[in-house]
């Protein structure tokens, strides 16, 4: 049986990768430079500390980039993400149209503005009454 040799750096960027994630915003999660991330998909071995961290960003088990065979990386991550998934923060299936998100704080602008409109009013009227008194 032929040992195959594990390449820990190409194992993070076919994560990265398959979840969509740019090297730039890796980096600005690490508080790294775009290059730095670069340099660590290029190494066979990566730090544990760093592989740490960049597997909890990733969401997967250290191991995974550990220990992983290309072949490997499609089961994780189709064990480990599903389509309600969010990443980074960011909802890719949302439950709103953000269309009618933006449609809605218009709306919420609008009647602010004429809620102060008609406060403005009331105390123009009120110091038109003011001013006329003798």
């Not at 218009?106 to 009647?111: D, Q, S, Y």
Request: glycine residues 4%.
């Amino acid at each position: 049986m032929q040992d195959k040799k594990i390449h820990q750096g190409r194992n993070i960027k076919r994560f990265r990768e398959m979840l969509g994630i740019k090297q730039e915003a890796l980096a600005f999660d690490l508080n790294c430079s775009q290059q730095k991330i670069s340099i660590i998909e290029q190494k066979e071995t990566v730090e544990k500390d760093m592989l740490e961290k960049i597997a909890g960003l990733l969401n997967v088990p250290v191991e995974a980039i550990e220990n992983m065979e290309e072949d490997q990386a499609v089961n994780i991550i189709a064990n480990t993400f599903d389509n309600g998934s969010i990443l980074n923060g960011i909802n890719y299936n949302p439950s709103f149209h953000p269309i009618d998100k933006v449609l809605q704080l218009h709306e919420e602008k609008i009647a602010l503005y004429e809620r102060m409109l008609k406060e403005k009013d009331e105390m123009m009227a009120k110091l038109e009454q003011y001013l006329q008194k003798p």
